[in-house]
Nanobody, 115 residues
Framework: QVQLLESGGGLVQPGGSLKLSCAAS????????MSWYRQAPGKGREWIAT???????DYADSVKGRFTISRDNAKATVYLEMNSLKREDTAVYYC?????????WGQGTQVTVSS
């Protein structure tokens, strides 16, 4: 079965760092573009970053320069390195896989930035 299993969320202080992981199974990971989204309380789901099947990346303006998306096809895992975290980064973060025919979502992991 298709599964995207996220980990690494938690509580971090403003200015701190956190690294999220999303382990994929049940599909050919290398053939899918991978993205991260987030949803803050009371707001819609926001696109954060994408990494293509050939390693190209793109970021939302709100996180550009602070977050880095990467992938390890051998481990079928996508990562999101988050630095210089702000309180406004607090949200549930979701992993997404898409290949033009299918799209899959992870369960979401909570990131809370607070002192």
């Amino acid at each position: 079965q298709v599964q995207l299993l996220e980990s690494g969320g938690g509580l971090v202080q403003p200015g701190g760092s956190l690294k999220l992981s999303c382990a994929a199974s049940g599909f050919t990971f290398s053939m899918y573009a991978m993205s991260w989204y987030r949803q803050a309380p009371g707001k819609g789901r926001e696109w954060i970053a994408t990494i293509t099947t050939v390693g190209g990346t793109d970021y939302a303006d709100s996180v550009k320069g602070r977050f880095t998306i990467s992938r390890d096809n051998a481990k079928a895992t996508v990562y999101l390195e988050m630095n210089s975290l702000k309180r406004e980064d607090t949200a549930v973060y979701y992993c997404n896989a898409r290949n033009g025919w299918f799209a899959y979502w992870g369960q979401g992991t909570q990131v809370t930035v607070s002192s």
